[in-house]
C-alpha cells in the first residue's frame, strides 16, 4: 500500500499571497487529519475531514481551510500568508485504531 | 484548556533503559498514543493506552494512569537508531482522530 503522500514537499511565499496544499491518504482511509509543526509550538491539530465533511476544527484563525474530496484526498489553503505561517505542514490519514495516524512527510512552508 | 508536559531533552547509552515521562491534563481523555519523529522526517506511531496499565510492544512499553494524569514509554536495550523525538498525544474527542500533542522529548543515544 502507498503510504500518505503530500505535495508540494516545499515551497516559499511571501506575505500576503495564498497557498494550497494537497493530501492524498492511504487507500482506503476516509479520515484525513492537518496538523502545524513548528519548533516552538510543535504539532498543532488544524482540522479533521471525513466523508467530505469537517468533522473537527483548531484553533487557528479563518485563514486557514481546507476541503476533502469523494476520493478522500484533501486540500488546505491558506490565504494572506503572515510570516508566523512558516512551518511544516502535515497530513495524516487515520487507521484502524481511533488515534493511529498514518503522516505524511509533510509540506515544509516558509514565508518570506 | 489542553496541557501535556514532557522533558524537553534526555541522553542515554546504547543498550541501556530509558523512560519517557508525559502527565496530561485534557478536557477529555480517549486514549494515549506515543509517537516517534526522527529528524526530518514524519511522526510514526508507537503504541496505544486507553485502560490503565502496561502495554509491552517489543522493545518498547507503555504504561497509563488516567487517575494520575500519567504515561510513560520505556525504551529497552537502546539502539543508536532511537535517537529520535518521542511525541506523547492525547485523544480528547470521542468521534475522531484529534490529537493533542506534547512538544516532545528529544532523546540522544550516546554510545
Known amino acids: 500500500k502507498a503510504g500518505v503522500t503530500q505535495t508540494p514537499r516545499y515551497l516559499i511565499k511571501t506575505r500576503g499571497q495564498q497557498v494550497t496544499l494537497s493530501c492524498s491518504p492511504i487507500s482506503g482511509h476516509r479520515s484525513v487529519s492537518w496538523y502545524q509543526q513548528t519548533p516552538g509550538q510543535g504539532l498543532q491539530f488544524l482540522f479533521e475531514?471525513?466523508?467530505?465533511?469537517?468533522?473537527n476544527k483548531g484553533n487557528f484563525p479563518g485563514r486557514f481551510s481546507g476541503r476533502q474530496f469523494s476520493n478522500s484526498r484533501s486540500e488546505m489553503n491558506v490565504s494572506t500568508l503572515e510570516l508566523g505561517d512558516s512551518a511544516l505542514y502535515l497530513c495524516?490519514?487515520?487507521?484502524?485504531?481511533?488515534?493511529?495516524?498514518?503522516f505524511g512527510e509533510g509540506s515544509r512552508l516558509t514565508v518570506l | 484548556g489542553q496541557n501535556i508536559d514532557q522533558p524537553t531533552e534526555m541522553t542515554a547509552t546504547e543498550g541501556a533503559i530509558v523512560q519517557i515521562n508525559c502527565t496530561y491534563q485534557?478536557?477529555?481523555?480517549?486514549?494515549l498514543f506515543w509517537y516517534q519523529q526522527h529528524a526530518g522526517e514524519a511522526p510514526t506511531f508507537l503504541s496505544y493506552?486507553?485502560?490503565?496499565g502496561l502495554e509491552e510492544k517489543g522493545r518498547f512499553s507503555s504504561f497509563l494512569s488516567r487517575s494520575k494524569g500519567y504515561s510513560y514509554l520505556l525504551l529497552k536495550e537502546l539502539q543508536m537508531k532511537d535517537s529520535a523525538s518521542y511525541l506523547c498525544?492525547?485523544?480528547?474527542?470521542?468521534?475522531?482522530?484529534?490529537?493533542?500533542f506534547g512538544q516532545g522529548t528529544e532523546l540522544s543515544v550516546k554510545p
Open positions: 493506552n486507553v485502560l490503565d
Open positions: 495524516a490519514s487515520r487507521g484502524d485504531l481511533p488515534g493511529e495516524l498514518f
Open positions: 485534557t478536557s477529555g481523555f480517549n486514549g
Open positions: 498525544a492525547v485523544r480528547v474527542d470521542n468521534q475522531g482522530g484529534k490529537l493533542i
Open positions: 475531514y471525513f466523508s467530505e465533511t469537517q468533522r
